[in-house]
């Protein structure tokens, strides 16, 4: 009898297994979503059904609003503002744009890219679309997407970084005021979901990275040749 | 052969080791499938081998038990 009791626990716990396969198919089950890498545990998909419904899975949650500790390479280089891939750069006006486009499962806590003072943080926009980075349609004077810029004045000139929203991502906070003073790599704001962000940077600095590069808030050196204080 | 259904109380040990069996294959077939980028044609039918296989062994080793 002990057996067959055993047996049936058993098979009751794999077709629960099975169940759970089911009810969450063509997405992974909460069985095997630990071994999974970030985009194949939360597929795009998924993620957007979300954004329709309102509701999150709460590890989803968890992962998204993650703050890791970075630590920032020594010197004076600028570093990257937010986790993500670089998706463009240009000079315009005298200014080298920096744009950034961050995915679902990157971590959304930005970070200054330089020490200095915050001179002012300006609110811009009027929309939320996709494709805010492409185009640099975040310059244009209407039908903007809804952003922050921080401007940030060093030593070496200004720079400011814009954090900008997208269609899944419709709030941004922003954890430094006008007259504060910044170190380098110290968190300035957060999106949330998936946005872009673009460093703004006077013409004469070097850039260190190209369009399609990874790089990573607060510890990938991006660009060069701005004179700061330590 | 019938103690590969049912044998003294309890489900035979053929049956309940290729329901076990089966069922961790359905669902470690699901995760490599999720994790490695394979077409599925290709997929279906190597699982469906190392299924074959695995249910061949099993019988194979009740077959021999019986003896």
Redesign the interface.
Known sequence: MAVLVVQIVILCLLVSAGVLWALYFPYPSPLIRRWLPPRKRWPENQIRSWLKSGGFQRSFLDYFNRDPERQALPGTSLLAPADGRVSGTDVRDGVCYLVIALSFWDMHVQRSPTSGKVLRVEAHGDGFMDGEGQEFSFLREKTCPVQKRLVIVTDGGQVAVRLITSLAARRIDTWVRGGESVGRGQRIGRILLGSTVVLELPATTKLLVRTGDRVWAGETAVAEGLTVDE | MNEFFWVS???GGGL?TL??FT??W??LS??VW??RNIRISRFLIVMSIGWTIGVGLILLGVHLDYL
């Open positions: 109380g309890h489900i309940f329901a076990i069922g961790i359905w669902l699901d995760l999720r994790l």
